[in-house]
């Protein structure tokens, strides 16, 4: 082996010049030393290379291959453990080591990240309540409402400017009946818009010297002021107390589409009676329709289960009853559907001489309906399916997924065939709830979903895009979400439980158990509800003492939402408040945009959100500001009466002074007939045609030519009108807008 030093310089620079000399001097200038085939051996106290050591070959220290030694401790370095990472609550729960790495465990598989920082999609939001009832029905009214359905009342909570909903009225004299205990529990509702359907087939009327259990359902709606108002109630054609009567609430559904409004609510005979029959005790789907500004809603159709009672077998000891009940009624989303759907959830029972059959079906009848609404459609069977039971009646809970996807929650003992049996007989009976996904347009199942925990039947509501499961056994809510790949399966994305839940789901056994009074979860999922938005609520009947029920509402919203958001770009906040505020620098102060007919009350001191939708007002002494904050004042109008449109700005130190508080005292003539500037829409007659200036109001009739031209809403305490005497007789829009001096700041 050769030792080759070389203190300068590359191999490609060697030159020998005398090749037989151990020592030898290159021409490059580099003196080496050289022995071919031999041992060059150098030995001296200290061996010191002055610039770089490079060898051919390898190199030894003390007998061992030097490479050895790099390879040890490149593989340390591969092997050196990472320190582990942050890992704490919320989502945090634990630290685990494999051998190799650190891995921080997260409180639920809804928590993701390397720290388990990243919240489930769904987080909590806020509790609304207590409600003093037991059994509530909850719902959204659009994306800015929450109610809620109790004993014979509603409780009405309103979105605010900082995202929370707050108590806005309680609704306890809406029903005027004498209820008996909790006879006016609402078993069944829907809210459309502005209107809601509610129903209670245990509605107790004193006729006769007695409680009669009749049933009750009704039309309601909903003011611009948050306030309910009936509009049409249905109460039992009692006849005599030892005849038959009938009696509403059990089931009813609401849909609208454009103008047109169709409620449809059952009407069920005297069902305790076993010798009767005929159609006079049959159920009875009946259909009211009511459309524009009317509040009368006419009969429109009436399906009748004519079938309701058939019997077999001659003699009582071998006779066979079948009765069947109406349990359910569902419209789909007509504002959005392009076929309109009716599903109607029939139970059959079977009862023998010996007593009720164990062996009791679920049907699914389908109706369809070219225009729902309108005075001549009718809906018209297409298709029905059954669900058979073993053992115990299968609780089934039905609901619209979007316009055309029916989602059924199916409880426990639900008859499923062994595959390739076909005695139906063969069967394996289930002992959980599952759901099942059909698509109406193809009348096929898509899905069956089986939940994470086992329940005996649970509840559930669904957006266009979102399904919420309450499984309120374990005090759990299940989550899931259309998935991307393929159309109407859902997929589970998350488990909701109360705030304050404990890691213990499953209530104790009996309520006198101490684990169950201090619980503030029970029953968490009882109902469920979600809106546009995929706000999701959740009822749970909150349990204080063993004696004392009180029910919470928890409401989730998504974590994207849940984080507050920037004010919107046509906004501007002065003095902390939120403004609309327009491309051109006009800011919005009052917007009421009023329907024939109504004469809802004003709304003050609050900003209107929309120029196009809001009801409301506010003035600049609310806002902190000044007349001598403001450059000029924007009037606009328009209403269904005319085609005309009002449009002009004022720069008068009186209307300056007006939109101060709402008023100012002496209103001239000359302050509309001269100094205004019109936009380019501007096609009414006034300002310019104004002959009398007699109200100081800006809401009131501030400028007009008497029975002829007016501004103003509510004048006189009742007409809107915009440029025209319509009384109150046609849609209007009102805005006023000002812009501020440029020195005022924004």
Request: charged share 20%; hydrophobic share 35%; proline share 4%.
């Amino acid at each position: 082996m050769t030792l080759l030093l070389l203190l300068f310089g590359t191999i490609s620079d060697v030159f020998v010049v005398r090749a037989t000399w151990p020592i030898v001097r290159y021409k490059n200038g580099t003196v080496g030393v050289k022995n071919d085939g031999g041992t060059v051996k150098v030995q001296s106290t200290d061996l010191i290379v002055d610039g770089n050591l490079s060898v051919s070959g390898s190199l030894f220290v003390q007998d061992r291959d030097l490479a050895e030694y790099e390879e040890r401790v490149s593989s340390l370095e591969t092997s050196k453990t990472p320190a582990p990472p942050v890992c704490q609550p919320p989502g945090g729960d634990k630290l685990q080591f494999d051998g190799e790495k650190w891995t921080c465990v997260c409180v639920s598989e809804w928590w993701s990240g390397d720290s388990c920082e990243t919240p489930p999609p769904w987080v909590w939001k806020q509790r609304l309540g207590p409600i003093a009832d037991q059994n509530v029905l909850v719902a959204f009214k659009g994306n800015s409402s929450v109610i809620a359905f109790g004993s014979g009342k509603i409780e009405a909570f309103n979105l605010t400017q900082n995202g929370d909903f707050v108590m806005k009225s309680d609704e306890s004299d809406i029903f005027p009946h004498t209820p008996y205990s909790h006879a006016r529990d609402w078993n069944q509702h829907a809210i459309v818009g502005d209107y809601a359907v509610v129903g209670s087939s245990l509605a107790r009327f004193y006729i006769a010297g007695a409680w009669r259990t009749i049933g009750i359902a009704c039309v309601l709606k909903r003011k611009v002021d948050g306030e309910w108002i009936k509009e049409k109630e249905l109460t039992g054609c009692y006849s005599n107390y030892k005849g038959t009567y009938c009696s509403y609430g059990g089931a009813q559904a609401l849909g609208i589409k454009d103008s047109h409004r169709e409620f449809v609510v059952l009407k069920n005979g005297f069902k305790s009676c076993s010798r009767c029959s005929g159609t006079e005790n049959a159920p009875e789907i009946k259909t009211f329709v009511s459309s524009g500004t009317s509040t009368t809603w006419t009969t429109k159709q009436s399906i009748l289960l004519e079938d309701w009672m058939t019997s077999v077998g001659g003699t009582w000891g071998s006779i066979e009853i079948e009765l069947k009940t109406i349990r359910n009624i569902l419209l789909n989303d007509f504002a959005t559907a392009t076929r309109y759907f009716m599903v109607v959830h029939v139970s059959h029972h079977s009862i023998q001489s010996s007593g009720i059959s164990q062996e009791p079906k679920e049907e699914i009848r389908l109706y369809s309906n070219a225009a729902p609404g309108a005075d001549a459609s009718e809906w018209v069977f297409e298709t029905s399916w059954f669900i058979y039971g073993a053992g115990s009646n299968v609780n089934l809970a039905l609901t619209f997924s979007g316009a055309d996807i029916l989602v059924a929650a199916i409880g426990a003992w639900e008859k499923t065939p062994w595959p390739g049996s076909e005695n139906s007989s063969d069967y394996a009976a289930s002992k959980c709830a599952h759901i099942k996904v059909y698509d109406l347009n193809t009348k096929k199942e898509i899905q069956t979903i089986t939940l994470p925990q086992c329940a005996g039947h649970v509840t559930l509501q669904a957006s266009k895009d979102v399904l919420v499961v309450g499984n309120y056994f374990d005090f759990v809510v299940y989550v899931y979400e259309h998935s991307k790949e393929a159309a109407g399966v859902f997929v589970h994305v998350d488990t909701l439980k109360a705030p304050d839940s404990p890691s213990t789901t499953r209530r104790a056994s009996t309520p006198s158990d101490a684990q169950y009074d201090a619980r503030t979860d029970v029953y968490f999922g009882q109902y469920v509800a979600i809106n546009a938005n995929n706000d999701i609520l959740v009822y749970a009947s909150q349990e204080e003492s063993v004696n004392a029920t009180r029910g919470v509402v928890h409401r989730f919203q998504r974590r994207e939402q849940s984080v507050t958001s920037p004010p919107p770009t046509d906004s501007v906040t002065i003095n902390g408040k939120q403004l609309y505020q327009d491309s051109d620098g006009w800011i919005l102060l009052l917007a009421y945009e009023h329907k024939a007919g109504e004469n809802n009350a004003f709304v003050s001191k609050t900003a209107p959100s929309s120029p196009t939708e809001g009801y409301s007002h506010i003035w600049l002494e609310d806002l902190g500001l000044a007349a001598s904050d403001v450059d000029s004042v924007k009037f606009y109008c328009k209403t269904s009466a005319h085609s005309r449109v009002m449009h002009f700005s004022s720069s008068t130190d009186w209307v300056k002074n007006a939109i101060v508080t709402g008023t100012y005292a002496d209103n001239q003539v000359s302050y509309w007939t001269s100094g205004t500037t019109k936009f380019s829409d501007h096609t009414a007659n006034l300002p310019d045609a104004t002959k009398t200036a007699a109200y100081n109001d800006l809401t009131n009739s501030i400028f007009y030519l008497s029975n002829t031209y007016h501004w103003g809403m509510k004048i006189q305490g009742s007409r809107w009108e915009c440029d025209d005497f319509a009384r109150n007789t046609a849609d209007t829009l009102h805005q006023i807008w000002f812009k501020r001096k440029s020195s005022s700041g924004a």
